[in-house]
């Protein structure tokens, strides 16, 4: 096994399933997200849901938001909505969409050897442009970081030492909380499964480290 880091900078909207006016963010990128992201990266398509729920079996996945930026909010109209019911609605509804300016977030993929270097070639030459979540958050960098000898992306990130909360798919080092989000892919389209999140601090620094600033 092996973990693949990716990172990203900027405009971004990570959002939940909602299909109220107020379409609002996730403080921390979705794991749904995050294979998107992989899939657009590959070239699989959103029609190719078997496809997509097979790539999410093969991972798993933690984020590191590094920082979560100044919250904004933008005004839209759409047409031909989607009802909570799933049926689609003729008319013109108004939403009102949440967007984080300036975050930053380090993503970790963990898998097999043949899958992370597959996914290391796409994220460099990706298929499909990709994106922050919604389509008017590009990349404003580049998203491949580095390749690290671990099975577990939680104790990856950590060993990068960056700031920031951590959000992981299995348990990891200095755990501070655990949460439950339905963003987990299922091999039907539109139908997201609960998973636990379990949600760890920042490494605590050796008695060496904190020495050496002491002196």
């Known amino acids: 096994m092996k973990t693949l880091i990716l990172k990203t900078e900027?405009?971004?909207?990570?959002?939940?399933?909602?299909?109220?006016?107020?379409?609002?963010?996730?403080?921390?990128p979705t794991r749904s997200a995050i294979v998107g992201l992989l899939?657009?990266?590959?070239?699989?398509?959103?029609?190719?849901?078997?496809?997509?729920?097979?790539l999410s079996e093969q991972i798993m996945t933690a984020v590191?938001?590094?920082q979560a930026g100044e919250k904004m909010m933008d005004y839209h109209t759409v047409q031909n909505f989607r009802?909570?019911?799933?049926?689609?609605?003729?008319?013109?509804?108004?939403t009102y969409r949440e967007y984080w300016c300036d975050s930053e977030h380090t993503f970790a993929i963990s898998a097999d050897a043949t899958l992370i270097s597959k996914l290391e070639v796409a994220v460099k030459a990706p298929k499909f442009t990709l994106f922050q979540g919604r389509k008017c958050c590009p990349l404003t960098r580049p998203l491949f970081e580095r390749i690290i000898d671990e099975s577990n992306p939680a104790i990856a990130l950590k060993k990068l030492a960056n700031k920031g909360q951590l959000f992981s798919d299995i348990e990891g080092e200095n755990q501070v909380a655990r949460i439950q989000v339905r963003d987990k892919?299922?091999?039907?389209?539109?139908?997201?499964?609960?998973?636990?999140?379990?949600?760890?601090?920042?490494?605590?620094?050796?008695?060496q480290g904190l020495a050496n600033e002491l002196t």
């Open 39 to 54: 899939a657009a990266a590959l070239g699989i398509t959103r029609k190719e849901q078997q496809a997509l729920y097979e």
């Open 64 to 66: 590191q938001v590094n």
């Open 10 to 28: 900027g405009l971004s909207a990570y959002g939940l399933q909602t299909f109220d006016v107020h379409r609002r963010v996730n403080h921390f």
């Open 185 to 207: 892919l299922t091999p039907v389209p539109r139908k997201y499964a609960m998973r636990m999140v379990y949600v760890s601090g920042e490494m605590m620094k050796s008695e």
């Open 83 to 94: 009802s909570p019911d799933g049926k689609i609605q003729k008319g013109t509804k108004p």
